[in-house]
């Protein structure tokens, strides 16, 4: 621990010495939410290692008032788990998710809000990391938790199912997705109204379903209303926006020859803006990266798809591990693309890394 950080700790001990003991917890309880949320601030800024100081100090203090078996310090491990989350260090994040259920679990506190989030994030890493089967039962369990205590209208309940029809898009259940995202747009409108980003994150996901299951028609006017409505509420630059492009460059590519101009111009514009935004080693940036290979693949410009498809595994590599399906779909396509080049003695590996890997899932 820094100096600066044992000075505050001694001094505020001092001033807790003069208080009750009822008076000490609440003045202390106070103190770490006020930490916790200034690492949450932190920690929206990037700014990862701050955020990780700061809650260092909310669990020195909650550890030496509190214990480490209190609500309050698994809030401190929750918020620590979240940091890590989104350094992308998922390892970390989940030991720290783990650790903060155990503790609501052995406080009895399963019917909490606080517990359905830690459910809720544990069950989006491992979404994040392909491992779906571990994530449907923790989803579930906090949309249980969340339509008892909030009932069904409710931000964090509609979050449940629109978490829980993403999950099932992934796992080809597609008999539950439709129901579920259209629960989702219902609860939104009605508690956010047609302009918010939450509602249009529904229209959106909606839209990726009907995609994948080839009504085109209902896609491209659900990704245009939400595209439209990001546009307005967050800008340009923004991680929506991009999302929006990325979509309906997906959706156009799936059209057809006629289309692959505007696919183009789509993946390129969301090029530009992920890179000012998110920079250059973000997931988007891989996702637009593949889609604008795939997209070059398919005009036959194999000088151009090669690079791209090259520098998409890399970031896949870096962020998600070689065992992670995301990175298995990028050396299919850059197989399929060294096959239709006659270069067999590329592919034919690459094919078997792919298939080796989705074996194991």
């Not at 460059?249 to 390129?268: D, R």
């Not at 935004?277 to 795939?294: E, K, M, Q, R, T």
């Not at 998600?320 to 990028?330: R, T, V």
Request: hydrophobic share 40%; glycine share 4%; aromatic share 12%.
């Amino acid at each position: 621990m820094k100096v600066h950080e044992k000075m505050l700790l001694l001094l505020f001990a001092c001033f807790l010495t003069a208080l009750s003991s009822q008076t000490v917890d609440s003045v202390i309880i106070k103190q770490v939410d006020s930490l916790i949320l200034l690492s949450r601030d932190l920690t929206d800024k990037k700014d990862f290692d701050k955020a990780l100081e700061v809650n260092v100090i909310a669990e020195q203090l909650t550890l030496a008032n509190l214990g480490s078996m209190s609500a309050v310090y698994a809030n401190c491990a929750f918020n620590r788990g979240r940091v890590h989350d989104f350094k992308r260090n998922f390892l970390e994040a989940e030991k720290c998710y783990l650790e903060c259920k155990t503790i609501h679990e052995k406080l009895f506190r399963k019917n909490h809000p606080d517990f359905a989030n830690c459910l809720n994030n544990l069950a989006l890493l491992y979404f994040d990391l392909g491992e779906y089967e571990k994530a449907e039962p923790l989803h579930l369990e906090a949309k249980a938790i969340r339509e008892n205590i909030f009932g069904k209208y409710h931000s964090d309940y509609a979050n449940s199912l629109n978490n829980l029809g993403k999950l099932y898009s992934k796992m080809g259940n597609f008999e539950k997705v439709e129901l579920l995202y259209v629960e989702t747009i219902a609860i939104r409108e009605k508690v956010f109204g047609k302009d918010h980003p939450d509602y249009a994150n529904s229209l959106n996901n909606l839209a990726v379903h009907y995609n994948t299951i080839g009504n085109y028609e209902k896609a491209e006017l659900l990704h245009l209303e939400a595209k439209a409505i990001r546009e307005k509420s967050l800008g340009k630059y923004h991680s929506d926006y991009v999302q929006s492009l990325i979509n309906l460059a997906k959706l156009y590519g799936s059209l057809g020859t006629g289309n692959y101009e505007k696919v183009e111009l789509l993946y390129l514009e969301a090029k530009d803006i992920t890179q000012k935004v998110l920079g250059n080693h973000h997931p988007y940036f891989a996702l637009i990266l593949s889609g604008l290979a795939i997209q070059y693949h398919k005009m036959g410009n194999y000088e151009k798809a090669e690079p791209h498809f090259l520098e998409a595994r890399s970031i896949q590599e870096n962020i998600f591990g070689k065992e992670h399906p995301n990175y298995a779909y990028c050396l299919d396509n850059l197989a399929f693309l060294y096959s239709d080049m006659g270069n067999y003695k590329k592919a034919e590996p690459l094919h078997l890394e792919a298939v080796a890997i989705w074996e194991k899932k």
